[in-house]
């Protein structure tokens, strides 16, 4: 991972620049901006960039600067002001929070790769189904009750949705054939994961926290399943854990002394295929 150096407003650009040229590093603006004409001299410097992490907050700051960074591919951002994403139809890699009211032309980012959210407020995600380039998604944080808008996103490999406590419905995942790497974390709501079997080419299940898990059963139809997680909270509540015999690593077989089988020889750390291991 890359060094991360932060610009002060009243930093030295030129010796900033110097560092960013001869080391492996990314830029940070993440301090309080009370002058627009900090942005003025950054891009004079730093135009050129394609990784940038943006948090700055203060009376000078405005995104429109983002708009003068032609090779930018990867970008943070916490959206803390307006930002129109069709000025920055190149991005690839985009992290950030949503903020609704500040975010105008989202659906036009189709050559998004990579996208985590933090906080989507969104009852499903149909504000991400044009981004049909998607090879990774990943929530924080989000207040979905459904998928729908997620059958549009078929070239996915990577899937992850952390704090899902209002999520009750899967259905539209099936689509995604494509999948290798799914994980579902803090899904309080949700018990019937049948739609997740439908999911020939998975190879990586992780249900993190999902309490309500009725049974593991539909895994009985993934073939290439060789990572399953079951912990946290998750318990298996027809108490049947059979159907991972054929799973190679299974972590949670000992989670309730009700399990009708325990797996101690498939909780194996070593060689463990990674969310990394797909992208």
């Known amino acids: 991972m890359s060094e ?5 407003e009243d930093g030295n650009f030129k010796r900033a620049r110097e560092y960013y ?7 940070t603006l993440s301090r309080e901006i009370k002058k ?4 003025k001299d950054f891009i004079d410097y730093f135009r050129d960039i394609d990784n940038l992490s943006m948090s ?5 700051v405005s995104y429109d600067f983002l708009y003068q960074i032609p090779n930018l591919e990867n970008l943070y951002l916490h959206t803390m002001y307006s930002v129109d994403f069709q000025e920055l139809k190149q991005l690839k890699s985009l992290s950030l929070w949503w903020n609704k009211k500040m975010i105008t032309n989202f659906n036009k980012l189709r050559n998004l790769e990579h996208l985590s959210i933090t906080e989507f407020d969104e009852k499903d995600l149909t504000k991400l189904s044009s981004l049909s380039n998607l090879k990774s998604l990943s929530f924080k944080t989000t207040k979905i009750k459904s998928l729908k808008g997620i059958e549009t996103l078929t070239n996915l490999k990577c899937l992850s949705f952390g704090g899902v ?6 259905s539209d995942i099936t689509s995604l054939q494509n999948l290798k790497f799914l994980e579902f974390d803090i899904c309080w709501k949700m018990q019937d994961f049948h739609p997740v079997g439908e999911l020939k080419n998975l190879e990586v299940l992780q249900l993190m926290d999902c309490k309500n898990l009725a049974s593991i059963k539909f895994i009985e139809q993934m073939p290439k399943l060789i990572q399953l997680h079951c ?11 059979t159907p991972a015999e054929n799973v190679p690593v299974f972590f949670g077989s000992r989670a309730s002394s009700k399990y009708n089988k325990e797996y101690p020889e498939k909780e194996i750390q070593e060689g463990q295929k990674t969310w990394n291991s797909y992208l």
Request: net charge negative.
């Open 231 to 241: 912990q946290g909270s998750t318990i298996i509540n027809d108490f049947d854990t």
């Open 165 to 170: 406590r209002s999520l009750t419905d899967v």
């Open 21 to 27: 040229d001869n080391n492996d590093c990314h830029i």
């Open 4 to 8: 991360s150096i932060s610009i002060k």
């Open 56 to 60: 700055a907050y203060g009376d000078g």
């Open 36 to 39: 627009s004409k900090f942005f």
